[in-house]
């Protein structure tokens, strides 16, 4: 089970940092990722954080705004928003998927949480 927290409602270029805490099993060798979805929009791929070795993998347009992290120990996974744009605005998911690969397809990721919601207004 995925839990997602730390949406809300920020002005534009200000920033949020949500977390994806995970419980109920351990998530070792999962890679872990971050998708949203806009207002009459598919879900879409945003960041990936392998959960053994830290690599990282970003969308296009969220590179050099948003930094994805992980503590094992916790178990969770942050995602670290700057810079928000109105654009931004989404519910955000955490998903999971085992093994340590870097994917964006959505349908790859086995686990998902509820979503938290962005809003970042102009």
């Known amino acids: 089970q995925l839990v997602e927290s730390g949406g809300g409602l920020v002005q534009a270029g200000g920033s949020l940092k949500l977390s994806c805490t995970a419980s109920?099993?351990?998530?070792?060798?999962?890679?872990i990722a971050w998708f949203r979805q806009g207002p009459g929009k598919e879900r879409e791929f945003v960041s990936s954080?392998?959960?053994?070795?830290?690599?990282?993998h970003y969308a296009e347009f969220v590179k050099g705004r948003f930094t994805i992290s992980r503590d094992n120990d916790k178990k969770t996974a942050y995602l670290q928003m700057n810079t928000l744009k109105p654009e931004d605005t989404a519910v955000y998911y955490c998903?999971?998927?085992?093994?340590?690969?870097?994917?964006?397809?959505?349908?790859?990721?086995?686990?998902w949480g509820q979503g938290t919601q962005v809003t970042v207004s102009s």
């Open positions: 998903a999971a998927k085992i093994g340590d690969d870097q994917v964006t397809v959505r349908t790859a990721y086995t686990y």
């Open positions: 109920g099993r351990d998530f070792s060798g999962y890679t």
């Open positions: 954080i392998l959960w053994r070795w830290t690599n990282t």
